[in-house]
């Protein structure tokens, strides 16, 4: 029998529930197999240097020490409970918050559930072989924390689906380990998480643009009604901040190197650039569009009724719900969303609660923009001119009123043929892929040294000095 007080640091007393020790019991050898089989390629003897939560306060929650992965502590915690907590909006809007699963919304809560949770080790998954890659062990180093994070949220939703749903909850926490991102069989649920993440460049615009979504996604769940679902996610969230640190860092680094030799070498030209071993600023602003607009494409519909249904029955709220200066009901509001109407597009308003997966997509895009201007300062200071863009958000979408349309940067209505024609300049092309993948050939291990591509960090993880041995290959 599994120790779960030493196993799996808690606060939700797995030790005192015997049906739910069953249930872990039986799923946690399934999650180990995956992991060795899924998990960072090659990297089982590892010793990483990595934070781990045993608890929810501010002295718990990041414990920094060497462990091997498939001996972390995936532990499962909620922000601690007020048992004064109401929803705080839709049709239930006042009464208590649930701490039982309510019967009427159940197969919905599950499906909420599901679908957070697949995102989790799908992107494992997707990350798996870029550690036979990394520019350095501090960069290596933050990979595996983001990897074995995932999979702990992972735990997280899969303690929920047990812990409240029964035997569908267990086989659904079962089928989260049988589906594979980019499996023409049985894929992951949402589609960015099945698009390869081929190359560090990729993986640093997952984290500060996938990830990001997951913040937003997570920040509507941690508003809910059913309260063990909000109490888990407030404490993801905690966690999930170091993903997007990770990945706005990332590309700021390498824009860094670059310009640095832009202005040492006196050139703007990519192929002079890519001659000299960095990443052409052009080259990003492709990668960003791609990242961005399949990003887009996750928030769903710009008009959904199952986003006003999970509204109206307190489900999943709005980004910082109590915040917001509204009757929390939204039976009367409107806001406003885009389509295509012949060759222009064109704002219409329409009932807010069918528009919520609009408003969260259009929060996420004003702090996408705070982003891409602290990129722009790197530029900036460096004395040159060019300046990183977001597309227009009907660039490259499959999803939502702009799926099926053609969408130029710009905004502009394009044909097919027009399109086409362009699609290259906007999107990474194979000589992209294949230019950054040359970059990483092999890997950069050597204490204090960073791939030619990127620039050091400023600091260390938890104060340490960067030549420390962030991971122990024996």
């Not at 779960?4 to 872990?24: C, F, S, T, W």
């Not at 983001?146 to 689906?161: D, F, P, Q």
């Not at 938890?462 to 122990?472: I, S, T």
Request: aromatic share 12%.
């Amino acid at each position: 029998m599994i120790n779960y007080m030493e196993k799996i640091p808690n606060n939700v007393d797995l030790g005192r529930d015997r049906v739910l020790q069953r249930a872990l019991e039986h799923w946690q050898p399934a999650y180990l197999n995956w992991w060795y089989d899924m998990g960072p390629t090659e990297s089982d003897p590892y010793h990483v240097y990595l934070r781990t939560a045993i608890s929810v306060d501010t002295d718990g929650w990041a414990q920094f020490d060497y462990v091997r992965m498939p001996e972390y502590r995936w532990g499962i915690f909620l922000q601690p409970l007020n048992a004064d907590r109401q929803v705080n909006f839709g049709a239930h809007k006042g009464r208590p918050a649930w701490q039982e699963v309510p019967g009427e919304y159940r197969s919905t809560l599950r499906r909420i559930i599901v679908t957070q949770g697949d995102t989790e080790p799908a992107s494992v998954e997707q990350q798996r072989m870029l550690g036979l890659s990394c520019p350095s062990l501090y960069d290596l180093r933050n990979l595996f924390q983001v990897n074995v994070e995932e999979g702990r949220h992972l735990w997280a939703m899969v303690y929920l689906l047990h812990r409240y749903f029964g035997r569908d909850g267990r086989e659904e926490a079962e089928s989260l380990l049988a589906r594979r991102s980019g499996d023409a069989d049985n894929p992951r649920i949402l589609g960015a998480f099945n698009e390869p993440t081929p190359d560090w460049l990729a993986f640093f615009m997952f984290t500060f643009f996938t990830d990001r979504d997951g913040k937003f996604q997570l920040c509507a769940l941690a508003e809910s009604g059913f309260d063990p679902l909000a109490r888990t996610c407030r404490f993801m969230l905690t966690e999930e901040a170091h993903h997007m640190f990770v990945g706005e860092t990332g590309i700021g680094r390498i824009i860094q190197r670059t310009c640095q030799l832009m202005k040492e070498k006196r050139t703007d030209d990519p192929a002079d650039l890519r001659a000299l071993g960095v990443i052409d600023l052009q080259t990003i602003q492709r990668y960003l569009n791609f990242h961005y607009s399949v990003t887009l494409d996750l928030y769903g519909s710009d008009v959904s009724s199952n986003a006003a249904n999970y509204f109206t029955a307190g489900l999943k709220g709005r980004f910082e719900e109590t915040k917001l200066a509204d009757d929390h009901v939204l039976a009367d509001a409107e806001y406003p969303v885009s389509e295509v109407a012949g060759d222009k597009i064109i704002t219409k308003h329409v009932p807010a609660l069918t528009a919520l997966n609009e408003r969260l997509r259009d929060d996420y895009i004003g702090e996408i923009q705070r982003g891409l201007g602290r990129w722009n300062r790197v530029i900036e200071q460096s004395g040159l001119s060019y300046r990183l863009t977001l597309p227009h958000k009907g660039f490259h979408r499959e999803i939502g009123n702009f799926a099926g349309h053609f969408i130029s940067p710009e905004g502009q209505v394009l044909t097919e043929e027009q399109w086409k024609s362009h699609q290259f300049e906007w999107l990474p092309t194979a000589q992209d892929y294949a230019y950054v993948q040359s970059l990483m050939a092999g890997r950069v291990v050597e204490l204090g040294k960073f791939a030619n591509w990127i620039a050091p960090p400023p600091r260390g993880i938890n104060n340490q000095p960067l030549d420390f041995e962030y991971v122990r290959f024996n």
